[in-house]
T-cell receptor, first 113, second 113 residues
Framework: EAQVTQNPRYLITVTGKKLTVTCSQNMNHEYMSWYRQDPGLGLRQIYYSMNVEVTDKGDVPEGYKVSRKEKRNFPLILESPSPNQTSLYFC????????????FGNGTRLTVT | KNQVEQSPQSLIILEGKNCTLQCNYTVSPFSNLRWYKQDTGRGPVSLTIMTFSENTKSNGRYTATLDADTKQSSLHITASQLSDSASYIC????????????FGKGTLLTVNP
């Protein structure tokens, strides 16, 4: 089954403790992206990648890192999480062909205390 | 600044009734407009993708319209079902090499029995 898999689904951590949220897709998509979703703000892009070893900042990249060493994986790294990074995070992937839809994972709910 | 505005913010209807959700955008350049459905706590799922030349596109009981001249789109849901309760997100794709998407904040639809 074609899917984007994020782990974990839920994560509670403390300020300053480094964490990684994994994202993997099995559709051989070139494009992958991370979003955060907060009440009243909608989905906001954190980082995106057009292909292996190619990453770029989205609209809200501060406090986050990403890497794209393999085509299928696009982990999101919070080196020193802070409470304002408490949010619902989504990974998505897509072919770069014209009019290809984004496929989203089921989200990771992160709480930083 | 590219923006996507959706209305209403929330809507409550009775099962079996029809409803229409609105999306106005000020995004340039324009490549395509997408509607996504997001169930509570889940990732968004693509409903339709419409290019500049398409006025109407259907996906089952969902029909999207696009007026590229006035930069407006609507999503019409026919004979609503309880499972239609979700947030509906309008997204405009600017095209280009960096695959830039502008997200609306969504309309929360509740279908009551």
């Amino acid at each position: 089954e074609a899917q984007v898999t994020q782990n974990p689904r839920y994560l509670i951590t403390v300020t300053g403790k480094k964490l990684t949220v994994t994202c993997s897709q099995n559709m051989n998509h070139e494009y992958m992206s991370w979003y955060r979703q907060d009440p009243g703000l909608g989905l906001r892009q954190i980082y995106y990648s057009m292909n292996v070893e190619v990453t770029d900042k989205g609209d809200v990249p501060e406090g986050y890192k990403v890497s794209r060493k393999e085509k299928r994986n696009f982990p999101l790294i919070l080196e020193s999480p802070s409470p304002n990074q408490t949010s619902l995070y989504f990974c998505a992937s897509s072919s770069v062909s014209y009019n290809s839809p984004l496929h989203f994972g089921n989200g990771t709910r992160l709480t930083v205390t | 600044k590219n923006q996507v505005e959706q209305s209403p913010q929330s809507l409550i209807i009775l099962e079996g009734k029809n409803c229409t959700l609105q999306c106005n955008y000020t995004v340039s350049p324009f490549s395509n407009l997408r509607w996504y459905k997001q169930d509570t706590g889940r990732g968004p799922v693509s409903l339709t993708i419409m290019t500049f030349s398409e006025n109407t596109k259907s996906n089952g009981r969902y029909t999207a319209t696009l007026d590229a001249d006035t930069k407006q789109s609507s999503l019409h849901i026919t004979a609503s079902q309880l499972s239609d309760s979700a947030s509906y997100i309008c997204v405009v794709d600017s095209g280009g090499s960096n695959y830039k998407l502008t997200f609306g904040k969504g309309t929360l639809l509740t279908v009551n029995p």
